[in-house]
């Protein structure tokens, strides 16, 4: 009886220990598999998270580039157009400066005695700060045309230089310093180009 007591106990041991071996092999075994999935698990979300911050690297180094671009070109045609602001107050300065009297008033001369051969009446506007000094020497040069087929009329809103034209005639021309400044920045402005290179492909 008391081996049988015995053997029960350590029989109880036994199945006590291998049951609690097979839980605990369960219960590591449940929780590798489950550590795995975490892991796997892990592992996707950090290769979507990765995937989309190179997207969104992506997408964020192409608008920058865009917006460098941008700003670059935006740079040219304001540098560009600064140049051609100064280009043109240059040319027109140039021109007034060759606009004197005596230059203006053999430019009239050449004009009146063209346009007097039709025995048309012909007007030239003058700039008030330069008439008097004007008429001088166009009364000294033309003086027996003066108020019969030439009248000449000041105006304060003409720059350097004059307008001239036949009265009840479809001839006029402008010559005053900021007309021939655009003409001729219109004529240059292909070479002009051609020079400051700020149109090109970026």
């Given at each position: 009886?008391?081996?049988?007591?015995?053997?029960?106990?350590?029989?109880?041991?036994?199945?006590?220990?291998?049951?609690?071996?097979?839980?605990?092999?369960?219960?590591?075994?449940?929780?590798?598999?489950?550590?795995?999935?975490?892991?796997?698990?892990?592992?996707?979300?950090?290769?979507?998270?990765?995937?989309?911050?190179?997207?969104?690297?992506?997408?964020?180094?192409?608008?920058?580039?865009?917006?460098?671009?941008?700003?670059?070109?935006?740079?040219?045609?304001?540098?560009?157009?600064?140049?051609?602001?100064?280009?043109?107050?240059a040319?027109?300065?140039?021109?007034?400066?060759v606009?004197?009297?005596?230059?203006?008033?053999?430019?009239?001369?050449?004009?009146?005695?063209?346009?007097?051969?039709?025995?048309?009446?012909?007007?030239?506007?003058?700039?008030?700060?330069?008439?008097?000094?004007?008429?001088?020497?166009?009364?000294?040069?033309?003086?027996?045309?003066?108020?019969?087929?030439?009248?000449?009329?000041?105006?304060?809103?003409?720059?350097?230089?004059?307008?001239?034209?036949?009265r009840?005639?479809?001839?006029?021309?402008?010559?005053?310093?900021?007309?021939?400044?655009?003409?001729?920045?219109?004529?240059?402005?292909?070479r002009?180009?051609?020079?400051?290179?700020?149109?090109?492909?970026?």
């Amino acid at each position: 009886m008391q081996f049988e007591v015995k053997d029960l106990i350590n029989k109880i041991k036994k199945d006590g220990l291998e049951e609690a071996e097979k839980l605990a092999n369960e219960i590591l075994f449940n929780a590798r598999k489950d550590a795995e999935a975490i892991i796997l698990k892990a592992q996707s979300e950090a290769e979507k998270l990765k995937i989309q911050a190179e997207k969104e690297a992506s997408e964020y180094k192409r608008h920058s580039l865009k917006a460098s671009r941008q700003a670059v070109r935006d740079l040219i045609i304001a540098t560009e157009m600064n140049i051609k602001s100064l280009f043109k107050t240059a040319l027109k300065e140039s021109i007034s400066n060759v606009y004197d009297d005596n230059f203006l008033a053999e430019l009239i001369i050449r004009v009146v005695d063209v346009w007097s051969k039709n025995d048309n009446i012909i007007d030239i506007m003058i700039n008030e700060s330069a008439f008097s000094s004007l008429l001088s020497i166009l009364r000294a040069r033309i003086g027996d045309k003066l108020g019969s087929a030439v009248e000449i009329k000041p105006f304060e809103t003409i720059g350097k230089g004059f307008k001239i034209q036949q009265r009840d005639g479809n001839l006029y021309y402008d010559f005053t310093s900021e007309t021939i400044a655009d003409i001729l920045f219109e004529y240059l402005n292909p070479r002009f180009k051609e020079i400051i290179k700020l149109d090109q492909e970026i």
